[in-house]
């Protein structure tokens, strides 16, 4: 009898609230923590706006504690979810406020390009998600600095500890990674071309049906059209195994 009242608080105590574009479910006890978290959603919805992506009216966002950190988009529907131990930064290496700026980076490039395609590779996407994301958060800290979440911590700093990992593997010469690889080339694309003029991109990507087979061949007319430089087309060329979904090669989609 006590625990079907205590599994029934626990129902009744979930909340759904509608805060600018999102629509947002979460435990009572975390209030605080869900419109922080809409605060940076609707921030970085406006910025993909004033970008052109033209971004989904409406994204659901789910607050689930879970016995694991975990933040991720629905590959073909505009809904992200938090699975979370603790929300407190100085208690789980997880990096709020830049999640949040990544996983709006997927949303917009799924509005435009679905994932649901037999081309894209999982270090494209991800890339992509990275780059906005990284590009977003300090856009975010030159806004609300410290304070963009319920617990004030320097998110900027936090995500620095990977582009500084980045940055070095490329200056010493390493084998870098497949994520590494992909981040670089988005990196590049976005300081070439201008994060206003990505929409576009993504939108010829759609329209001219770059798909399997030869996607790689697709995406690289797509580049030239682009009018991306030299030094870009020839990075694609060495690493698209990375960036393009091979049917039959190990890379993980
Ligand atoms: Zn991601």
């Not at 061949?217 to 030299?230: H, M, N, P, Q, Y």
Request: aromatic share 16%; glycine share 4%.
């Amino acid at each position: 009898m006590t625990l079907i009242s205590v599994v029934f608080c626990s129902n009744a105590q979930t909340e759904k609230i509608k805060n600018g574009h999102f629509v947002i479910s979460y435990d009572k006890d975390i209030e605080e923590y869900a419109l922080a978290s809409a605060r940076i959603l609707n921030f970085v919805w406006e910025r993909l706006d004033e970008f052109g992506f033209k971004p989904p009216k409406k994204v659901v966002f789910n607050l689930v504690k879970s016995e694991r950190n975990r933040l991720f988009a629905h590959k073909n529907k505009p809904i992200i979810t938090l699975e979370y131990t603790s929300l407190d930064p100085s208690k789980v290496p997880a990096n709020f406020a830049y999640g949040l700026c990544h996983e709006m980076g997927h949303i917009g490039m799924f509005h435009i390009t679905p994932n649901k395609n037999n081309w894209m590779s999982l270090y494209y996407r991800e890339g992509w998600a990275d780059i906005f994301g990284e590009n977003i958060t300090v856009l975010l800290y030159e806004k609300f600095g410290i304070y963009a979440w319920p617990n004030p911590y320097n998110y900027l700093e936090r995500m620095a500890i990977y582009t500084n990992m980045r940055t070095q593997a490329f200056e010493k010469g390493d084998d870098v990674s497949a994520s590494y690889i992909s981040d670089f080339f988005w990196k590049k694309l976005i300081e070439e071309k201008g994060m206003d003029k990505m929409p576009f991109f993504f939108r010829q990507i759609k329209s001219n049906r770059v798909r399997n087979p030869d996607a790689d061949k697709k995406i690289r007319a797509e580049l030239v059209k682009f009018g991306v430089t030299d030094d870009l087309l020839e990075y694609f060329d060495q690493n698209k195994q990375h960036l393009i979904y091979y049917p039959d090669n190990k890379y993980d989609r």
